[in-house]
Each structure stands twice: as C-alpha cells, then as structure tokens.
C-alpha cells in the first residue's frame, strides 16, 4: 500500500491519520477536511466554547511527524472505487482528484435543519459556536427545538449568561430518544431550577423570520433560534460509488465497507459518525455518533486497512454536562427488558441500570462517576448481577455482580 486518503477532517480522521503512522505505515498520506480549521474536538462547542470559557480546541497532532498532506478548505465531490475488492480507486474532491491504495471515509455527520426561511443556527462546528456565543446575551428570547443533548447543553449555558430560554420539543419528555421517556422526565425539573421555559409535545412547522411557526398554528416569537433535532451522515459525495448505504456506511465489525455486490473491500474502511459498524456483542449493527467512538474506533480501522485482524467491540459511552449536573451513559439498552432505578432523582446524585435478564446492558449516572466506571467494566464483561443489589445506591457496582449464573 503505497497511497492512503483521509476523508475528513474531525477526530476521527486525524486518529486515524495518527494510527496508520503508528502502526508503521510509511507510504503517501493524504487528509481532506471541508473546513479550513485543523481538526479540533467538537464536545467542548455546546459547552465552554460557547460559555467562553475556551476559544480554540484543536487536537494536539504533530502533523510534521505525521508527514500528512493536509487539504484544508476543500471536500469530496465523489468516490470511484476500481472494480474489485483490494483494487484502490479515485476520490473526487474540490482540489482534484486523488487516487488511493487504501481509502478511510470519516465524513462525520450534519446537523438535520427545519424548513422555513427564518435563520436557525445550529452547533456543530466551532464557527458555528462562536458566532451563536456572540449572540447570547441578557434579554435575548432564545428558542431551542429539541430537549435532547445539544439542546440541554446550550440551554444551560443561555441561561447561564441571561438569556430567556425556551426549549421546544416534540416528544413527551426531554431525552425520550436517547434514554426513554420515563427516564427523561426525571430531567424536567432541571429545566424550571435553570429558569429555562420547557415545552413538550410541540411540534414545530417552520422557523420564521421572529420566531417559530408551530403545528397547531400558535407561534413563539425568539431573536435567535437554535435547532438541535439531530444529525445524518455526511455521505451524498458517496452516490453512485456502490458502497452499501444504510443510514451510515454499511461495515463490518473491522470497518471493512461493502459494495453493491455484497463483497467487502478490505482497501476501504468508514469509521466515526458516518459508519454503521456491525457489533457482536449486541448483534446488530451500529450508528454511534459519540466522542469516545471517534477517539478509540480508528485505531481498529487503521489496522484493518494494514492487513491486520480487527475487530471493534467496544461498549458505546457518552457524558453531558447540562444545568450543573455530569450525566454518563455507558452501554447500549434497547435489548434489555427490565430498568432498575439506583438512588432517589431528588438526591444530588442518582442513576438508572438496565438488565437483560439478570445481564447488565446499560447504565446512565448523574453525579456519580464510580457507578459509571463500574458499570462500564461490568458491560464489557458481560457480567451477571443481582438487581437488588443494583438497586441499592450504597452497594457498589462491583459488589453486585453474581459469582454464578443464578445465585
């Protein structure tokens, strides 16, 4: 392998430019990232950034070591793949097109947008949260649509800085998404404590020029819209390449891409927010669009792409900081069948397991970082538990577990 192309320009792409040269790879070397910035973590963006609390979040790359090619500024247009698995290709891009031996996709996600020709900002990009930074001030009616992460998130710090915040969203309870709605209702509270006007089950119809124009014809008037609904991956420079496209890139659990004819390419792998990995430890493929996924999953992507055997199995994490309160998920829950609450949410520090019988599947914490690190452990394990024990705050994880099936 003598050439490999980076497509994209966030952490997933420079860990995976970081693991190749790690792993001895010594041939050309090319990155090509759509923003003009070097790449950069994007968590702290709803958070310090936008609080001003950090202008700048580069990832610390040595790129003269790394003796990359980086293509700031500039974006895939296309992917021709030569026929056969192994074979290489041409990807097409706004600086010409560039032919590869090994191909890695890391094009990442955007963010879904509203209809309407009202302006909507949204936070996905570190311009995106400093130009929204510098709109956040006393007085200023905010209106967010969506109670999920993001939209905590930017409330928390609105409303830190004097905003009037309003939150809209169109389930019954914030996080009813990502956690369930019983769990996301324990959240509401949080909202009123921040002086932050919570309103479930609207449902928007467009974002105007003043406001928002809602479903059952009532309006909300704002000065700035924030529009936190979720993202897609990034792949339409992906049509007509052949590459299997379900949601995300269709790959295996080495992040080998599949063709059009049902046969992977061992020359391409997707990796971060735009793959859709095969798990065998929950038997299901995969969409993680989180920090820790971008971080760890290239180096398995890297390897794969070197001719090495790996596999991705690692437990999906993700952590919010929203309204003075740390709130970790580990796991993955949609195939438990029982939830087991562990504390009172009216104490300080409270959290919720999910079991697969007597099998940990997932745990979600607020304020209480131990359970999360036990917890993650015992996931990854597959350990078995008693969920009375579980249930139990002042039993600590670790101590729950059955030391056999059963007992």
């Known amino acids: 392998m003598n050439s490999v192309v980076v497509v994209g320009g966030g952490l997933a792409g420079v860990r995976a430019v970081e693991a190749l040269r790690g792993k001895g790879y010594q041939g050309e070397l090319t990155l090509v990232a759509e923003e003009r910035h070097r790449p950069y973590d994007r968590p702290p963006l709803s958070k310090a950034v936008l609080a001003g609390e950090r202008d700048d979040t580069t990832v610390d790359a040595d790129w003269n070591a790394l003796d990359v ?27 010409g097109d560039l032919r590869f031996d090994g191909l890695v996709i890391a094009t990442g996600a955007a963010p879904v947008t509203l209809p309407g020709d009202g302006a909507q900002r949204v936070v996905r990009t570190i311009d995106d949260a400093r130009v929204l930074r510098e709109r956040l001030a006393p007085g200023v009616r905010l209106v967010i649509v969506g109670a999920g992460w993001i939209g905590a998130e930017v409330a928390t710090t609105a409303a830190a800085k004097g905003c009037a915040v309003t939150v809209v969203e169109a389930a019954g309870a914030p996080l009813a998404n990502a956690v ?41 008037p704002a000065d700035e819209v924030v529009v936190g609904v979720g993202v897609r991956p990034a792949l339409d420079w992906l049509e007509g390449s052949g590459l299997l496209v379900e949601r995300g890139v269709v790959t295996d659990a080495s992040f080998r891409v599949t063709d059009g004819d049902g046969a992977l390419r061992p020359d391409i792998v997707a990796v971060g927010d735009c793959a859709a990995w095969w798990s065998r430890r929950y ?85 209480r970082p131990r359970d999360l690190v036990q917890a993650r452990r015992l996931i990854a394990a597959g350990a078995r538990v008693d969920p009375e024990a579980v249930a139990d705050p002042d039993v600590p994880l670790r101590d729950a577990v059955r030391t056999t099936a059963g007992s």
């Open 69 to 95: 090619r980086l293509l700031l500024g500039e974006r895939a247009t296309a992917l021709r793949p030569d026929p056969g698995p192994g074979s290489g290709g041409t990807v097409a891009t706004t600086a």
């Open 180 to 220: 369930g709605p019983e769990i996301g209702r324990l959240t509401v509270p949080w909202y009123a404590e921040a002086g932050v006007e919570l309103r479930t089950g609207v449902k928007v119809a467009a974002v105007e020029p003043g406001g928002l124009a809602l479903a059952d014809g009532d309006r909300i």
């Open 283 to 367: 038997g299901r493929r995969l969409l993680v669009e989180h920090w820790d996924t971008a971080l760890n999953a290239p180096d398995v992507a890297a390897a794969t792409l070197l001719g090495e055997e790996a596999e991705y199995d690692a437990v999906p994490y993700f952590w919010s900081e929203q309204f003075g309160r740390m709130v970790q998920y580990a796991g993955h829950h949609p195939a438990a069948d029982r939830m087991v609450r562990r504390g009172d949410p009216a104490d300080k520090g409270w959290g919720v397991c999910w079991l697969a019988g007597d099998r940990l599947e997932a745990v979600l914490t607020v304020r």
